[in-house]
């Protein structure tokens, strides 16, 4: 990677702000303040229902600044038959635009060279997804994650997604980013990135009206250089989610 890449990791809370009002022209307005080449976000897909994107895949593609990756998996919705024959009649489109709510949109210019979902260990439906991306003409591993409230899982999550990078096929640099929900800084499910990866210093991020804590992280392998980092403290991210949005430049 000969320049600078954005990255930016968001735990957007199902596009719910602190007005409790659903509003996915917020989530977009934020992500557009912080400008990211790539974006992975939690709770990007309702949890009930037809558990269909919190932002409407029209909406993004009218917006034009990011395309989703298509994971090319679906959650099993109840009537999903008729629900597909509803969206044909009424010209919608409920589907998930991730996988157990973590999703990753890149702009238009950053290519998409492979994807997966990941299955997590845990009591409660949790996943991954990893996106193997071509950009500035290198490639590069983003891994989008919401790890569980517990410590224990957590840690067996982490060791399931390390492992799965371990598996893929091809070698390239590997950033890891979302909400650890881990408090401590050098223990817990960190502890087992095992100095093949450092932290970006961006601070506390939750929660949005008071920042104390930093559960949500980017983590970037030793072969990444992190040039800044930092919270998104704009005035519509305090409004959009219970979580401001976090950003680090990097470089090979």
């Known amino acids: 990677m000969s320049s600078c890449i954005t990255l930016a990791s968001y735990n957007m809370h199902k ?19 912080i400008d990211a080449d790539i974006v992975a976000l939690q709770e990007a897909d309702k949890r009930v229902g037809g558990r269909g994107s919190t932002v409407p895949h029209e909406l993004i ?12 998996v679906r959650h099993k919705r109840v009537f999903d038959k008729a629900r ?27 290519g998409v060279l492979d994807c997966a979902a990941l299955e997590l260990p845990t009591l409660e439906p949790r996943g991954a997804v990893i996106a193997e991306l071509l950009i500035n003409e290198k490639p590069l591993r983003v ?7 517990s410590g224990l899982w957590r840690r067996r999550q982490m060791r399931a997604i390390l492992e799965a990078i371990e598996r893929r096929p091809q070698k390239m ?16 499910c960190l502890k ?24 949500d992280r980017i983590i970037v392998h030793k072969d990444l250089n992190i040039e800044a980092a930092g919270v998104h403290m704009s005035a519509a991210a305090r409004r959009a989610s219970d979580h401001l949005p976090i950003w680090a430049r990097v470089t090979a």
């Open 173 to 188: 640099p590997t950033v890891l980013m979302g909400d650890t929900n881990e408090w401590r800084t050098e223990a817990g």
């Open 15 to 33: 596009a719910v702000g602190l007005d409790g009002r659903r509003d996915p022209h917020r989530v977009l307005k934020v992500l557009q303040e």
């Open 61 to 72: 593609d009218s917006h034009g600044m990011y395309k989703p990756v298509h994971l090319g």
């Open 143 to 149: 891994v989008g994650m919401h790890l569980d409230l």
């Open 192 to 215: 087992d990135l095992d100095g093949q990866f450092h932290l970006a210093p961006t601070g506390p991020s939750f929660h949005a009206r008071h920042p104390v804590a930093t559960l």
């Open 84 to 110: 597909r024959h509803a969206d044909r009649l009424l010209k919608v489109n409920t589907r998930n635009i991730g996988w157990h709510g973590n999703a990753i949109l890149v702009k238009r210019h950053v």
